[in-house]
């Protein structure tokens, strides 16, 4: 494994890159970052439509905040209204590239693995602490029902498109549906969650402390390294962006 596939180290690149974002000031910062962010594109082999289309949700929402942000800034300001659309337009900007950076992350890797390579520095530690065995329990299982729960949903919508149950239903009709089974399936997938850990405790969760890991995720000094070059990177494109 390289250092750059590395779970840690990807997450690292991809919060600081959204951090120096949502921190640069100038258009020369955007567009230093917005090359950046085609060149990782580009090595992460995902196209730039697909980005694309992962953001079609936060800019059907976008005249919403936009709307809040303004009716806030003319209530609780004193700029002008060319001022307040000014930052209106910088903080949508900066947002729109934050969310195309992390979807990017989320398309190239998953959230499981950085679990992975949490428990592998953990278990190198070797420290008897329930209380954390049973953190990484509650998350993994999280992340292991969670999509469950949305290709279920997504299916449930999709059987109620097909049977045409939802096509005379206006919004608000459909809403009062949605409140009505939702918590439904949360229960059920919130029981299996209960079985599955009801069964590891059978087995024997608990009584090793901490648990090993089937495919340990390595983390050295290079790992280490890579962490402390990212940050010098991004603090060196800030610094540069503002000469």
Known sequence: MTFMNQPLVRLWLFLSFSTAVLFSPTVYHWLVYGVLFIVIAWIEKVSIKRILRSLRSFILFLPVMVGFYFLISVIMSQSTLGQIFIEISTAMMKFLLVIAIMNLYTIGSGSSSVFQALRSIWMQFNKPWRKVEDWFLFMEMTLRFYPALQREWSRWQGIHKALGL????????????TAR????????????????AHAMTMRGYGRQIPRGVAQPIPFTLLHVSALVIITYLFLTLHNLAQI
């Open 181 to 196: 089974q939702l918590p439904g399936m949360i229960m059920i997938h919130l029981q299996k969650a209960d079985d599955i």
């Open 166 to 177: 939802n096509v005379q239903h206006g919004k608000i009709r459909r809403w009062k549906e």
